[in-house]
Nanobody
Framework: QLQLVESGGDLVQPGGSLRLSCAAN????????IGWFRQAPGKELEGVSC?????????YYLDSVKGRFTFSRDNANNTVYLQMNSLKPEDTAVYYC??????????????WGQGTQVTVSS
């Protein structure tokens, strides 16, 4: 079955860190550009970051997460990660990874993860 499987969400105190994982089953993530999104309660889906297949000028982080969130790939394990440091209560949301085949992030995405809950609270 072709799917993205996410993990890593948790309850963490402000200032803490989490690493979200997004693993692909049935296809190779190194052929895909990756987007990370989040949806907070009562709010619309928000784009957090975009990383093109080979890395490039189209890659971006949402301004509010710049310097705190870092994307990485592990092609050997067919997994991508979002390292989140210095977490704030406003980072609380369900986080989704998405993959689109090709050199750049673009809609529509081909695959979506099931979402993982991140809660930042003391």
């Amino acid at each position: 079955q072709l799917q993205l499987v996410e993990s890593g969400g948790d309850l963490v105190q402000p200032g803490g860190s989490l690493r979200l994982s997004c693993a692909a089953n049935g296809f190779h993530l190194d052929d895909y550009s990756i987007g990370w999104f989040r949806q907070a309660p009562g709010k619309e889906l928000e784009g957090v970051s975009c990383f093109s297949r080979s890395g490039g000028i189209s890659d971006y982080y949402l301004d509010s997460v710049k310097g705190r969130f870092t994307f990485s790939r592990d092609n050997a394990n067919n997994t991508v990660y979002l390292q989140m440091n210095s977490l704030k209560p406003e980072d609380t949301a369900v986080y989704y990874c998405a993959a689109v085949r090709g050199p750049m992030c673009s809609i529509p995405y081909d695959y979506w993860g099931q979402g993982t809950q991140v809660t930042v609270s003391s």
